[in-house]
T-cell receptor, first 112, second 112 residues
């Protein structure tokens, strides 16, 4: 069975700081990887996804993620955060069994 | 653009009562999912479906049943509600195994 681990529970940073959120997964086969964002009181929205090809994936709102197969990692980055990036971020993985599994999430608080 | 619609949005149940949560999608998606979201635990998969007439267990299926009689609808049932089932429930759908999931707005359920 696949599983997803997000290293940071809560990250607090100032505007213009850089952000990196860690995500590791366990699954022996081919995976599809996703990062979702949940703004306060809202449903999950897709930030970016990786299926194949270039391991550096660019998403919406200036986010990007790098897939490192040898490390089973899919870390999310943003060079310069804004107050509006305050949200909860979820890493997700789907394997060949169709299940879409999520990590526990990382709450990001950006201080103005 | 309805997308994924969940009914109801809020509900309070007494212990032992039953209820059904409805998820409807108008995108002709094959795959549908039910998750529960609890603080610090991310989204946990309850049940999922890979097509009309099919259902499968996720990570936390106990106490829940599902049905997918029509492709556009995925019902989640609680036969005898317990306080441990107090949570926010999200439904999601995706067109293919390799595509991202689209989420509904969530149902906040409280069992007293």
């Amino acid at each position: 069975a696949q599983s997803v681990s997000q290293h940071n529970h809560h990250v607090i940073l100032s505007e213009a700081a850089s952000l990196e959120l860690g995500c590791n997964y366990s699954y022996g086969g081919t995976v599809n990887l996703f990062w979702y964002v949940q703004y306060p009181g809202q449903h999950l929205q897709l930030l970016l996804k990786y299926f194949s090809g270039d391991p550096l994936v660019k998403g919406i709102k200036g986010f990007e993620a790098e897939f490192i197969k040898s490390k089973f990692s899919f870390n999310l980055r943003k060079p310069s955060v804004q107050w509006s990036d305050t949200a909860e971020y979820f890493c997700a993985v789907r394997g060949n069994d169709y299940k879409l599994s999520f990590g526990a999430g990382t709450t990001v608080t950006v201080r103005a | 653009n309805a997308g994924v619609t969940q009914t109801p949005k809020f509900r309070v149940l007494k212990t032992g009562q039953s209820m059904t949560l409805l998820c409807a999608q108008d995108m002709n998606h094959e795959y549908m999912y039910w998750y529960r979201q609890d603080p610090g635990m991310g989204l946990r998969l309850i049940h999922y479906s890979v097509g009309e007439g099919t259902t499968a267990k996720g990570e936390v299926p106990d106490g829940y049943n599902v049905s997918r009689l029509k492709k556009q609808n995925f019902l989640l049932g609680l036969e005898s509600a317990a306080p441990s089932q107090t949570s926010v429930y999200f439904c999601a759908s995706s067109p293919r195994k390799t595509d991202e999931a689209f989420f509904g707005q969530g149902t906040r359920l409280t069992v007293v």
